[in-house]
């Protein structure tokens, strides 16, 4: 399935982890059950996730610390962010580009994400100077070679 990856988490330092929703599953199957209608379930490979019973796309996947979908659905979306909301604890909704979402039309870059969006930028730039570099560098000795044979500095049969 192809979608959007789009994760609640909680990277709020102003809460302990064990007071954090997130960080201790059966507070969070009871939350999402009474509050939501999502029901736990749990896969062959053993993957826990939540779902909607009503609704058969509303899956979210459950790793221990954060609650994710892949989905391109704005509902889903919009009910990840009441669902974080409710927890008041810091739990915020977070994008693939490391947005966080104040509602489906509104995003904003998180300070807690600063660091992790500039590794992915400095990985991107390293990335294209790996792929460029054997590339141009041959490139470039080529050219030298052929000016300095025009040039007749350098002979070559």
Do not use: W
């Not at 059966?26 to 939350?31: A, H, K, T």
């Amino acid at each position: 399935m192809m979608g959007y990856h789009i994760r609640i988490i909680n990277t709020s330092k102003k809460i302990s982890d064990e007071n954090k929703i997130l960080k201790n599953k059966e507070n969070l199957s009871i939350f999402l059950r009474e509050k939501f209608n999502y029901h736990e379930g749990c896969n062959e490979m053993g993957e826990v996730y939540f779902y909607d019973p009503n609704d058969e796309e509303s899956i979210l996947f459950y790793d221990g610390e954060e609650l994710l979908a892949i989905t391109t659905s704005n509902d889903l979306l919009s009910s990840m962010i009441k669902i974080a909301r409710s927890f008041k604890d810091g739990s915020r909704v977070v994008g693939d580009e490391n947005e966080t979402y104040k509602d489906i039309n509104n995003a904003y870059l998180h300070e807690d994400d600063y660091e992790q969006t500039q590794q992915k930028e400095d990985n991107y730039i390293k990335k294209i100077k790996d792929a460029i570099i054997p590339i141009i560098v041959p490139i470039l000795l080529g050219i030298i070679a052929l000016i300095l044979k025009i040039l007749k500095i350098l002979k070559i049969n």
